[in-house]
Nanobody, 130 residues
Framework: DVQLQASGGGLVQAGGSLRLSCVGS?????????IGWFRQAPGKEREGLSC????????WYRNSVKGRFTLSSDNAKNTVYLQMNGLKPEDTAVYYC??????????????????????WGQGTQVTVSS
């Protein structure tokens, strides 16, 4: 099976930065999966933020985070990072990483849909104070 572990959340002031990590384990190789980041704020639907697919080098970002959030990866550690800069109070949410086998993040019709993804991490809370 595949397990994902998300971490790195916390409390930060507006304008601050956080780096989230998503570590895959079990029968997981980063080259085989696209990793998506989602978030869910209280009373709101889960929304897709970004996606990275190592096998074809594609990335995708939601417009609201483009230019502020950046994906990177470390294949040796089976880890994807989400660097979040210029955080705003409206970024407050629980952040999740998810894995989809063989998805290309060039497929923009699917990358921000939760049902596209096969495995989910447990979520990490990000709180941005004003």
């Amino acid at each position: 099976d595949v397990q994902l572990q998300a971490s790195g959340g916390g409390l930060v002031q507006a304008g601050g930065s956080l780096r989230l990590s998503c570590v895959g384990s079990g029968l997981f190789r980063l080259d085989d999966y696209a990793i998506g980041w989602f978030r869910q704020a209280p009373g709101k639907e889960r929304e897709g933020l970004s996606c990275i697919s190592e096998f074809d080098g594609k990335t995708w970002y939601r417009n609201s985070v483009k230019g502020r959030f950046t994906l990177s990866s470390d294949n040796a550690k089976n880890t994807v990072y989400l660097q979040m800069n210029g955080l705003k109070p409206e970024d407050t949410a629980v952040y999740y990483c998810a894995a989809s086998w063989s998805l290309s993040c060039a497929n923009t019709e699917m990358v921000d849909t939760a049902t596209t993804y096969d495995y989910w991490g447990q979520g990490t809370q990000v709180t941005v104070s004003s």
